[in-house]
């Protein structure tokens, strides 16, 4: 039997991913701009909070390893884009408590 992976799971997962600049997960960052999972197969489509982040590939590649470890997913694509560019308004309310920002 396979197991259907699910778009919240892998929301899920990402949060286990960290930009070591910032100590707040890529989903509570607002870098996931948008997940597709068919069949196995899932397209993750993220920014990072600025283009010319030296930490891009390393991040980029913590989320594939992260959801490529997950039972029932069978090919990961980590697409990273820069438009529309990352802004501070895109912290979820748990990221903004933890950079204590209100």
Known sequence: ??????QED??????S????EIPVNVVDLGLIYD????????YVQMTLTFPGCGMGPYIAQQA??????MDGVE???VEMVFDPPW?????????KKLLGID
């Open 64 to 69: 594939e390893w992260a959801i490529s470890e």
């Open 87 to 95: 802004s501070p308004d895109l912290i979820t309310e748990d990221g």
């Open 75 to 77: 090919d990961v694509q």
């Open 35 to 42: 997940v597709q999972v068919t069949e196995g197969d899932v």
């Open 1 to 6: 039997m396979t197991t259907q992976v699910t």
């Open 17 to 20: 991913v960290f930009d070591p």
């Open 10 to 15: 892998i929301y899920e997962s990402l949060k």
